[in-house]
């Protein structure tokens, strides 16, 4: 008997195997003969899109990107690869890979709005705003009916405090389509509400609705609550405001045990005596000096900032994720002495793009005074402004905004914000006692109050000369995408002083949790 040898089959067979699974729902099946096509071809970028449409549908992201990008070299022709991995790129942070993948597919697809609107997305993400919205308008000329174009070149409009315009695309985003309640939340924010304005009556209305999103609720709720504090009916602004946290908490739970934990590991790595003798050392030749603008979000960290990058030495970065991202694996503490070099090396590498040439910059990530002690040891050159505000009005403002691409679930729930608040009063007593006068101390209500002599020692502490334009701040054209943009371009106000007053039944629990400090 004679025993015919069966050829295995063909890469091209394999293939199509893969497809027919894919097609029957078959994913698991499917993914591994995928697999087993790009080990036998791994320039096959029909194979790897496929898998990664696979790998995507089971919520692994990270591992269709890394999928996509193995076969790029050979993929520069697959506009549907290109587009997919561009958009991979952006959601992961690599802004600079993502943008040469986009351009390598608008080559093909010049005129393709969701690729112009991923560009416009990524040059969001770089803070080139004005190249963002040439982008974005290139979109809405292709294809005016199209909701994503609007609505992002509304948020890039509201970053240059170009109010009217921002509203303007987010009302044509709604109109466009009704159920992208992001569009109406951002009227909502903007807009000076009146008891006989027609937004508040829509986002009303569309509570009502059983198929929005819990993120859209929150949204929702939070912009209501806004709109209800213009028409000064603060106890109806409370509900909107506190609905938007019960949902927010309910969904994102929040335990205080995680951070007491990392606060404590933070007073513990502190070294006094190096930190003693690094101060001394001089600065990197040529790098931009920091400028840490720390406290709580919401102490006015975005108005000290707008001061300070209105001075012709400075530059304002925002609020840069590098130091966290550095410094926290999840919720542990990642840190040694033995990293200050790769520390210094990379932080000030992501400065120097944000300096445009000037001396300094600040990073205004609020969150950073977890850091002091450590950052002190890693950039000896670097100054600390502490931005204070009334724990009341500061814990009441957490209270009235939504920060959903945040780590702020703390902020969500009476008894844990004031938990919060107190474990930070805590760690920023214990930085005072160990660093002395390296940190200035800013009281919010000090400045509005004597705005001449706190600029002086603003600039003072920092070894700055006095400049017109600081005092002027509100005048300085720059993006800014905190959610303060509106406020720090009205200058210097008193409303925002003893707000809390007007929830004081409402918060009494949180007050009362805060003034436990004191007894």
């Known amino acids: 008997m004679v025993f015919m040898h069966q050829n295995p089959p063909s890469i091209q067979q394999l293939y199509l195997q893969a497809n027919q699974l894919l097609n029957q729902g078959q994913l698991q099946q499917s993914a591994t003969l995928f697999q087993r096509v790009l080990s036998l071809d791994p320039k096959n970028s029909a194979a790897a899109l496929q898998l990664a449409r696979i790998l995507l ?137 009146e008891k006989t304005s027609q937004a508040p009556r829509d986002a009303i209305k569309q509570l009502k609705r059983s198929d929005l999103t819990m993120p859209q609720r929150v949204e929702l709720n939070f912009a209501l609550g806004k709109a209800m504090e213009d028409c000064r009916d603060y106890p109806k602004a409370f509900s909107f405001f506190d609905e938007g946290n019960r949902l927010w908490h309910e969904a994102n739970p929040y335990k205080i045990e995680q951070d007491i934990k990392l606060f404590s590991e933070l007073k513990r790595a502190l070294n006094p005596e190096r930190l003693e003798k690094i101060q001394q050392d001089s600065p990197d030749h040529g790098s931009p000096i920091p400028i840490f603008v720390i406290g709580m979000p919401r102490s006015s960290t975005s108005l000290v900032e ?59 990530m609020p969150q950073n005074f977890r850091f002091v002690g450590i950052l002190m040891e890693c950039f000896p050159e670097a100054k600390f402004i502490h931005c204070q505000r009334d724990a009341r009005d500061n814990c009441l403002s957490l209270f009235k905004h939504h920060f959903p691409m945040t780590s702020h679930n703390y902020a969500y729930d009476q008894h844990s914000l ?95 949790e805060l003034d436990k400090r004191n007894d």
């Open 418 to 512: 004031a938990q919060y608040h107190l474990l930070y009063q805590d760690l920023m007593a214990f930085w005072e006692a160990h660093t002395g006068s390296r940190v200035l101390n800013l009281s919010y209500e000090t400045l509005v109050d004597d705005f001449d002599n706190q600029l002086l020692g603003l600039l003072n502490h920092l070894g700055l000369e006095y400049e017109e334009g600081c005092k002027h701040f509100h005048e300085t054209k720059r993006a800014i995408r905190t959610a303060s943009s509106d406020q720090v371009r009205r200058g210097l106000y008193k409303s925002g002083v003893d707000q809390w007053k007007h929830y004081e039944t409402e918060l009494a629990a949180l007050f009362s």
């Open 57 to 193: 549908r089971a919520n692994q992201a990270l591992a269709a990107k890394n999928t996509l990008e193995s076969v790029l070299p050979f993929a520069k022709r697959n506009f549907e690869l290109l587009h997919m991995l561009g958009a991979l790129q952006l959601q992961s942070g690599a802004t600079e890979k993502a943008l040469s993948t986009i351009e390598q597919a608008l080559a093909l697809r010049p005129e393709f709005v969701p690729t112009l609107n991923i560009k416009g997305n990524i040059l969001l993400e770089q803070h080139k705003f004005e190249a963002a919205i040439a982008c974005f308008e290139a979109a809405i000329r292709v294809d005016p009916t199209q909701v994503d174009p609007h609505n992002n070149i509304a948020w890039a409009y509201r970053a240059l405090g170009e109010k009217e315009q921002a509203i303007k695309h987010f009302n044509a985003a709604y109109q466009l389509d009704n159920r992208v309640t992001e569009a109406l939340s951002g009227v909502l924010l903007l807009q000076r509400n």
């Open 306 to 364: 707008q001061i300070l990058a209105s001075h012709s030495f400075v530059s304002g970065a925002g609020e840069l994720p590098d130091i966290t991202s550095l410094l926290m694996n999840g919720h542990a503490l990642n840190w040694d002495q033995s990293r200050i070099p790769e520390i210094r090396s990379h932080y000030l590498t992501t400065l120097k793009k944000h300096a445009h040439g000037k001396p300094y910059v600040v990073d205004k």
